[in-house]
C-alpha cells in the first residue's frame, strides 16, 4: 500500500482557514495501546534472492508528549513499539530452490514527529466528540530474533537474510476520535484511531537487509491536556430586595473573534424588543462581553462592537436609543472563568438586559 504525504499535507496546514478553531491548547500527554497488523513482506535482495515474510496479529503501544495551538492544530512527539509474531518465511533462490520456516518474532521501535488537526463539531450541537487526523514522519529501528533458518526438507538455509537489528525512515497516516471526559477529570479525553505505518526498510545486500515493513493499527489510549480548567459553578443570585425592579436577561453569542449576527442571534434580539412593550421596560442595559482568547486591549474594542451591533438591532426593531445603555467588559466578566488564551463560546456574548 502507498500513501502520499504532501496531499495530506497540505489539507492539514488548510484546515484552520475551514474550520473553527479549538478550545484545548497547551501542553498534553498521551498514551495508547492496542493490536497491530502487519501487511505481508515481499521483496528481494541484488542477487536475485526472494523472500516472503507473513505477519500475524501482535501488539503495539505509543506515548506522545505534545502542545495544542489554539487554531485546532497538534504537535508532538512520540515513541512506539509495535511486536508480533512471524507467521512464515520463505525464501526463492535465483535457481528456482524454495525454502521456508515459521517462527520467530519481529519487533520494532523508534520515535515519530506527528501533525494534527482537531475538528470541532460544536457548531453541530456536538461538544464531547472531536475527530482528528493527523501524519507522522520518524526513524524506526526493525529487530528480527528466534527465526528459524529455512529449509527445504532436505537442506537447510544457513545464510541469514535477514538482520538482527536495523533502523531507517519512516511514515504513518492517522485519523480517529477523542471522547471528553472532563466531566470525571478537566483536560482528560479518550482516543480511539486507525494508524497505518510503514517503515520504509534498508538497501537489500547480498545476504543481510530489512525488508519495508506496512502495519495496520487500532489503538484505544487516553489523552490529558494540562491547559484545560475545571467547569465553574453557577453564579450565585443574589437575595432579591425589599423592592425588586422588575429585570428580564436576554444573551445573544458570538462566533470566535466575530461581531456579526447570525440567524439565532437576531431571533433572540427580535424576542427582546418585543418583551420591552410587554413589560414596559424603561431601561435596556446592552453589554459586551468577550473570551481570554486575545489582548485585553483587543478583547475590549471587539466586546463593544458586538454591543454596537446589537444595539443597532434593537433600534431597527424599534427600540429608541436613548432608552439604550451601552457598554462593553471586554474579557472582564466571564459567565465561565477560564485561563488565559482559552476559547470559551459561552464568553463571546452580549447581555440585554430590560429593567
Known amino acids: 500500500m502507498n500513501v502520499s504525504i504532501a496531499p495530506m499535507a497540505a489539507l492539514i496546514l488548510s484546515l484552520p482557514a475551514i474550520a473553527q478553531a479549538q478550545p484545548l491548547g497547551g501542553i498534553y500527554i498521551g498514551a495508547a495501546a492496542g493490536a497491530n497488523w502487519r501487511e505481508q513482506i515481499t521483496q528481494s535482495t541484488a542477487n536475485g534472492t526472494r523472500m516472503s515474510v507473513s505477519g500475524e496479529t501482535g501488539f503495539v503501544g505509543v506515548a506522545s508528549l505534545g502542545y495544542a495551538l489554539q487554531n485546532g492544530i497538534r504537535l508532538e512527539v512520540e515513541g512506539q513499539y509495535r511486536a508480533g509474531p512471524i507467521g512464515s518465511t520463505v525464501v526463492t533462490l535465483p535457481n528456482g530452490m524454495r525454502f521456508g520456516s515459521s517462527s520467530g518474532r519481529m519487533s520494532h521501535y523508534g520515535g515519530m514527529a506527528n501533525a494534527l488537526y482537531e475538528f470541532n463539531l460544536a457548531a453541530l450541537g456536538v461538544s464531547a466528540i472531536s475527530p482528528?487526523?493527523?501524519?507522522?514522519?520518524?526513524?524506526?529501528?526493525?529487530?528480527?530474533?528466534?527465526a528459524s533458518s529455512p529449509s527445504n526438507g532436505r537442506l537447510r538455509l544457513t545464510s541469514a537474510q535477514l538482520s538482527g537489528n536495523n533502523g531507517s525512515f519512516a511514515y504513518q497516516a492517522i485519523g480517529g476520535f477523542s471522547f471528553s471526559l472532563g466531566a470525571i477529570v478537566p483536560g482528560l479525553a479518550m482516543t480511539l484511531e486507525y494508524r497505518?505505518?510503514?517503515?520504509?526498510?534498508?538497501?537489500?545486500?547480498?545476504?543481510?537487509?530489512?525488508?519495508?515493513?506496512?502495519?495496520?493499527?487500532?489503538?484505544?489510549?487516553l489523552r490529558y491536556s494540562f491547559g484545560a480548567s475545571p467547569a465553574a459553578p453557577m453564579p450565585a443570585?443574589?437575595?432579591?430586595?425589599?423592592?425588586?425592579?422588575?429585570?428580564?436577561?436576554?444573551?445573544?453569542?458570538?462566533?470566535?473573534?466575530?461581531a456579526d449576527l447570525t440567524d439565532r442571534a437576531r431571533q433572540i434580539i427580535a424576542e427582546a424588543a418585543t418583551a420591552r412593550t410587554t413589560l414596559r421596560s424603561t431601561r435596556i442595559e446592552v453589554s459586551g462581553h468577550a473570551d481570554r482568547s486575545g489582548s485585553d486591549a483587543y478583547n475590549q474594542a471587539l466586546s463593544m462592537r458586538r454591543a454596537e451591533a446589537v444595539?443597532?438591532?434593537?433600534?431597527?426593531?424599534?427600540?429608541?436609543?436613548?432608552?439604550?445603555?451601552?457598554?462593553?467588559?471586554?474579557?472582564?466578566?466571564?459567565?465561565?472563568?477560564?485561563?488565559?488564551?482559552?476559547?470559551?463560546p459561552q464568553n463571546r456574548r452580549v447581555d440585554i438586559i430590560l429593567r
Not at 482528528?132 to 529487530?143: A, C, E, K, P, W
Not at 505505518?197 to 495496520?216: D, F, I, L, Q
Open 311 to 344: 444595539a443597532a438591532e434593537l433600534t431597527r426593531r424599534g427600540v429608541p436609543r436613548a432608552e439604550m445603555v451601552i457598554q462593553a467588559f471586554g474579557e472582564s466578566r466571564p459567565l465561565v472563568p477560564t485561563a488565559d488564551g482559552v476559547h470559551e
Open 132 to 146: 482528528y487526523i493527523g501524519l507522522g514522519l520518524g526513524y524506526g529501528v526493525t529487530d528480527f530474533s528466534r
Open 196 to 221: 497505518y505505518y510503514v517503515a520504509t526498510g534498508t538497501t537489500p545486500s547480498r545476504n543481510n537487509y530489512t525488508p519495508e515493513s506496512a502495519n495496520h493499527a487500532a489503538l484505544l489510549g
Open 237 to 258: 443570585q443574589e437575595p432579591a430586595a425589599a423592592a425588586p425592579t422588575l429585570a428580564r436577561t436576554y444573551m445573544v453569542f458570538f462566533d470566535w473573534n466575530r
